[in-house]
């Protein structure tokens, strides 16, 4: 019996190191599903820009800046996630 008892204690502290690095990621995908809707409101604003005669080649070149930054972000984001592991 004694031998079984240090090895619960495991498990159960990998159990609440789990909850805890699963509330961690539940947090980053809300973050980064609400990057990503201000990023597809960027992108409307962009086309928007251009059609009211906007330089078209200033705004996509922005635009696209912004989408690499918002890519960039996830993929550090995901690699910061992985690490924690």
Do not use: C, W, Y
């Not at 696209?64 to 690490?83: I, S, V």
């Amino acid at each position: 019996m004694l031998e079984k008892q240090p090895i619960i204690i495991i498990i159960g502290s990998d159990v609440e190191e789990v909850k805890v690095l699963q509330k961690e990621f539940d947090k980053f995908k809300s973050d980064l599903k609400a990057n990503e809707v201000r990023l597809q409101g960027m992108n409307q604003l962009a086309i928007a820009l251009t059609a009211v005669g906007q330089t078209e080649t200033v705004v996509r070149v922005r635009q696209q800046d912004l989408n690499q930054r918002g890519k960039a972000l996830e993929l550090d984001q995901r690699e910061a996630a992985k690490t924690t592991h």
